[in-house]
């Protein structure tokens, strides 16, 4: 009869500490440039930054989407950091890790923004558990030949092995670069891909662009063992409906990728054209390819895969 005692007395200290587990949802953002974040949020010199005009802040007063952002805010007019959402971003140039808010693009500095602000703000509102924001992202990097996955032929791509090894740490060392993560069970929930331009400009690298993609997410599943990971793939959707051929044929492609990928209803396409904006109204007016540095298309963009990802994940996992 002890026996018995002392063994449902373990069973239930076990289950105890189950419960008490903290998890975080850990989400990657990978890509090129535009998941770096190239959105400006408050220069304005009139040479450089076209008067300010497209900026965050320009945005939130003139924007007809402004009424989105007024959670950006908090009541006395600064920028909202979240305690509930952390973001990790290795740059080229530092690390970049901490509360979720403004700044996690790849300048120094907290001037531009990505995709990332409003992707962090609705998982953090959808979750009761932190959030970890993972970006693994470089400018120029094309899916043919840098990004290319393991399981496409040819030699297995640079930055796909260095964002293999960018989540991998930012799961395994998230407690001491982290304090307030430390001892917690990491839980990766998502993937979001937002890339295309760099191949667009090679026959072959348009041709495979979706088959290499399919592969790519195979591949990072498996480096993680999640074979059902939700994944959201972004369009590249500059210059909205003046778009190339070219471009058409990625947006195309991506759009093939997530009919593709298995098991059917795990990955998503999100069309993002509608967000691009005229570079009259955006503080980078020679860069089309940045979106020409529009924060209300980062917000938009940001805006749009994250509820997509909220709609791929499994029902168990919200709040």
Not at 156 to 166: I, N, Q, R, S
Not at 302 to 307: N, S, V
Request: glycine share 10%.
């Amino acid at each position: 009869m002890q026996r018995f005692l002392i063994l449902v007395a373990l069973i239930m200290f076990a289950s105890d500490s189950l419960a008490a587990e903290k998890v975080v949802k850990v989400f990657v953002l990978a890509g090129q440039s535009n998941m770096e974040g190239q959105g400006v949020v408050d220069l304005d010199h009139p040479d450089h930054y076209n008067g300010g005009k497209g900026t965050l802040v320009w945005s939130m007063k003139n924007a007809k989407t402004k009424a989105k952002m007024s959670h950006l805010k908090d009541a006395a007019g600064n920028w909202r950091v979240r305690d509930d959402v952390f973001v990790r971003y290795q740059t080229p140039h530092e690390l970049k890790v901490g509360e979720h808010g403004i700044g996690f693009a790849v300048y120094s500095g907290k001037h531009h923004i990505g995709p990332e602000l409003q992707i962090g703000n609705l998982l953090g509102d959808h979750f009761v558990e932190p959030v970890l924001l993972v970006k693994t992202c470089w400018g120029g990097k094309s899916l043919f030949k840098d990004f290319r996955p393991p399981t496409a032929d040819g030699e297995t791509g640079e930055f796909y092995l260095k964002m293999v090894a960018d989540v991998k740490h930012a799961m395994s060392h998230a407690g001491s670069e982290i304090p307030a993560l430390k001892d917690v069970r990491m839980e990766l929930a998502g993937f979001i891909w937002f890339q295309g331009w760099n191949d667009m400009f090679d026959e072959q690298a348009r041709a495979d662009y979706a088959s290499n993609l399919v592969c790519l997410v195979s591949d990072f599943r498996k480096a993680f063992n999640v074979p059902e990971l939700p994944v959201v793939i972004g369009e590249t959707g500059n210059l909205g409906t003046e778009a190339g051929q070219n471009m058409v044929a990625i947006r195309e492609a991506q759009e093939k990728a997530a009919e593709t990928i298995e098991p059917a209803g795990s990955a998503s396409f999100v069309s993002t054209t509608d967000f691009a904006r005229p570079k009259e109204l955006s503080p980078n007016v020679g860069h089309g390819h940045h979106w020409f540095g529009n924060a209300e298309s980062y917000f938009l963009i940001g805006d749009a895969m994250g509820e997509e990802m909220i709609r791929l994940l499994p029902i168990s996992t919200s709040n």
